[in-house]
Nanobody
């Protein structure tokens, strides 16, 4: 299973970015996909999850600003990030778990300037 993130970049406070996570090597529509992020010096933290039916859960810090969706025809999960803040600066990773294994992408850098 491979996960490839893209869409990161540099944006000003209040700006928006859309991240993508393309999954290959598995039956995508059976997978729950999670997004995590890791800022320098911090532990990796969970951001949002989307189930195979499109149900989602968000960390409190991103509720109302981030939105996750999936396109099962394109094997892709999208993370729309609006009203970005400097504290959103991190490397963003997508993750899939097929017991007993966990698969991570390589990450995409998001930098929000103040």
């Amino acid at each position: 299973v491979q996960l490839v993130e893209s869409g990161g970049g540099l944006v000003q406070t209040g700006g928006s970015l859309r991240l993508s996570c393309v999954v290959s090597g598995s039956t995508f529509n059976t997978l729950e996909i999670d997004w995590y992020r890791q800022a320098p010096g911090n532990q990796r933290e969970w951001v949002v999850s989307i189930g195979r039916r499109g149900d989602s859960n968000y960390a409190g810090s991103v509720v109302g600003r981030f939105s996750i969706s999936r396109d099962n025809l394109k094997n892709t999960v999208y993370l729309q990030m609006n009203d970005l803040k400097p504290e959103d600066t991190a490397v963003y990773y997508c993750k899939a778990q097929i017991a007993p294994y966990t698969y991570w992408g390589q990450g995409t850098q998001v930098t929000v300037s103040s």
